[in-house]
Nanobody
């Protein structure tokens, strides 16, 4: 299974971005999915997750109300829509896939990882 994250870039504070994670090798519908991010000098942290059915979603506290995770199984892709971006959102964003019905908010259970896409928010 290969994951390819894209959609990052440079945006001003208050702006928006939509990240995409294209999955190949196996159908994305077989996996629970998540986004994590890592800023320089910090640990990779959970941002958002979505269950295999798409009905279960979870967000890190600062992402609630600003970020929306979704999945398009027909496109073999998941998305992270981000609005009202803050400078603190600057990081490399990674998508991850996990076997099973339910996602997780920690790194360990995820089986596959993408290479990351850089998001830079200027204040």
């Amino acid at each position: 299974v290969q994951l390819q994250a894209s959609g990052g870039g440079l945006v001003q504070a208050g702006g928006s971005l939509r990240l995409s994670c294209a999955v190949s090798g196996r159908p994305v519908r077989k996996y629970a999915m998540a986004w994590f991010r890592q800023a320089p000098g910090t640990e990779r942290e959970f941002v958002a997750s979505i269950s295999r059915s798409g009905e279960g979603k979870d967000y890190e506290d600062s992402a609630k109300g600003r970020f929306t995770i979704s999945r398009a199984n027909a496109e073999n892709t998941i998305y992270l829509q981000m609005i009202n971006l803050h400078s603190e959102d600057t990081a490399v964003y990674f998508c991850a896939a996990k076997r099973g019905l339910w996602a997780a908010t920690i790194r360990g259970p995820y089986d596959y990882w993408g290479q990351g896409t850089q998001v830079t928010v200027s204040s």
